[in-house]
């Protein structure tokens, strides 16, 4: 099993920038493709950006792509999320998933999920 915990999530203004941190508690966190969630108030949830297993090939939705940037480190079983230019309607809770298959996260699923950070932005 794979526990994740986000961390980083705040208020910001609208053009401002946000680091979302994800921890994995699991030796084999190299083994999952990671990605990124997002669920505004009355919303049903939305896939952000996705990572294989080595950092290479990431994949993001049309709404932040060019703005977001989806990284990990697998020394420290870390994933994150660099938003930039933020903007009012990316205020959300973001979670982190992983899976051992990639593109079911691209499709919205994930074997493991984090308990979520907000992230609120101001216009």
């Known amino acids: 099993q794979v526990q994740l915990a986000e961390s980083g999530g705040g208020l910001v203004q609208a053009g401002g920038s946000l680091r979302l941190s994800c921890v994995a508690v699991?030796?084999?966190?190299?083994?999952?493709?990671m990605g990124w969630f997002r669920q505004a108030p009355g919303k049903e949830r939305e896939f952000v950006a996705s990572?294989?297993?080595?950092?290479?090939?990431?994949y993001y939705a049309d709404s932040v792509k060019g703005r977001f940037t989806i990284s990990r480190d697998n020394t420290k079983n870390t994933l994150y999320l660099q938003m930039y230019t933020l903007k009012p309607e990316d205020t959300a809770v973001y979670y982190c998933?992983?899976?051992?298959?990639?593109?079911?996260?691209?499709?919205?699923?994930?074997?493991?999920w984090g308990q979520g950070t907000q992230v609120t932005v101001s216009s």
């Open positions: 990572i294989s297993l080595s950092g290479n090939n990431p």
């Open positions: 998933a992983a899976d051992l298959v990639q593109l079911r996260l691209r499709l919205g699923k994930g074997e493991y």
């Open positions: 699991r030796r084999t966190f190299s083994t999952y493709a």
